[in-house]
């Protein structure tokens, strides 16, 4: 039996907070802001959009690196966006670090979009 419920001092459960173990992950809130970026041209997240291709986030360290492409190379926004990105992402609570690279590397294509950015966008 845990003493602390037992003697009710059971502080996450007496604030009505969710336990550590419920807490979403470093990741997990990475993404969230992400999903709070739009692409310039298209009203749809970076994230459903199929803009980011790998995601690391070391929960020790609070390192985060982004490898995510544009839409197309001659992208207006290149040379400003992945610092937005960055930006947002050091926002996050935990990030002591971010590092996002830019890369063309498969060429981004309809196809990896999430069904929600197809459904917002009508391609169903």
């Known amino acids: 039996m845990d003493l602390r419920k037992w003697v009710g001092r059971d502080k996450s459960k007496a604030e009505g907070k969710a336990p550590d173990s419920a807490r979403p992950g470093l990741e ?3 993404v969230a802001a992400l999903r709070t970026v739009f ?18 986030a070391n929960e020790a360290t609070g390192a985060v690196r982004i490898r995510m492409t544009l839409t ?3 992208c207006p926004v290149a040379a ?3 610092a937005k990105v960055e930006e ?9 670090e971010a590092l996002v690279e830019l890369v063309w590397e498969p060429p981004w294509s309809m196809g990896m979009m999430s069904e929600a950015a197809r459904l917002e966008l009508g391609m169903y």
């Open 28 to 30: 997990s809130e990475v």
């Open 39 to 56: 692409d310039p041209e298209i009203p749809v997240n970076i994230y459903d959009l199929g803009l980011i291709y790998g995601l690391e």
């Open 72 to 74: 197309a190379p001659a």
């Open 80 to 82: 400003t966006f992945p």
């Open 88 to 96: 947002v992402v050091r926002q996050v609570a935990g990030v002591r």
